[in-house]
């Protein structure tokens, strides 16, 4: 089922606050704004709204039987990765990658953003893809897809139209092959092995070195300049210039 509301101020706000009253929302019920005011990224910071991009939020219910629930966001990032390149012109799709732990890059620059929340037994997973625009991000790139596709013309509904069955796809996956499945695909979808990234923790901490993939928990491996490694489960990723 999509919701659409006009105006909001966070889709995965909204869908938070209607779960903590009590309110059964089903599975894969997705929520979609035409604009938000107040969408959020990681570390609570603002996601800012352009005109006619896609700020969308649904229901996961856990089952006791599932993968750990963090992986979701490797299940989720996948998915909008596979609308992605399928928006993009055949010979451009290369140019599409993941970057741990929630964005989707083409060509190095932010395209597509992630949060997951939860709620007891129940994820709100929220996506905000740029379609027609791209706010400005302090240190960072940012595109839009119908800068990439001159025929690109989808509207937020379409897009959520094609993008929602992606997500049942990848978590049809996750549940079927389980966590080993999903590293190894979701490393075949990022950027190449010995990309340089820099890393926040959050911390106050700053760590530079080369991605070397996911360990087995979906965590972060960053080989430092001494060729030991670092396992990063929190963090800001950026990749260096």
């Known amino acids: 089922m999509i919701e659409i509301v006009e105006e909001t101020g966070s889709t995965n706000a909204d869908l938070l606050d209607r779960l903590r009253k009590g309110e059964e929302l089903v599975d894969g019920h ?16 603002p996601w800012l709204a352009t005109g006619g991009n896609l700020y969308a939020s649904t229901i996961l219910r856990l089952r006791e039987d599932d993968p750990p ?6 299940v989720i990032g996948l998915a909008v990765y596979e609308y992605v390149c399928g928006a993009m012109f055949d010979h451009d799709r290369d140019k599409v990658a993941l970057k741990w732990p929630n964005d989707v890059l083409i060509d ?3 395209t597509a953003g ?3 929340e939860r709620h007891e037994d129940t994820v709100v997973a929220g996506v905000g893809i740029n379609l027609h625009g791209a706010p400005e991000i302090a240190g960072r790139k940012t595109t839009y897809l119908s800068q990439w596709n001159s025929k690109y013309e989808a509207s937020q509904e379409h897009a959520l139209k094609y993008l ?3 997500v049942k796809r990848e978590l049809d996956h996750w549940r079927t092959e389980g966590t080993p499945h999903l590293i190894a695909r979701w490393c ?7 990309t340089k990234l820099v890393v926040h ?3 106050g901490q700053v760590a530079a070195g080369k991605f070397a993939g996911l360990d087995q928990d979906g965590a972060l491996i960053l080989r430092l300049p ?6 990063i489960h929190a963090g800001d990723v950026m990749l260096e210039d």
């Open 30 to 45: 997705w929520l979609l704004a035409r604009s938000q005011s107040k969408g959020r990224g990681r570390s609570g910071r």
């Open 69 to 74: 629930a963090h992986t979701l966001s490797l």
């Open 108 to 110: 190095g620059a932010k």
């Open 114 to 116: 992630i949060l997951l």
């Open 164 to 166: 929602a069955p992606c």
């Open 188 to 194: 075949a979808a990022a950027h190449s092995i010995g």
């Open 201 to 203: 923790d959050g911390q």
């Open 226 to 231: 001494d060729g030991q490694t670092r396992v």
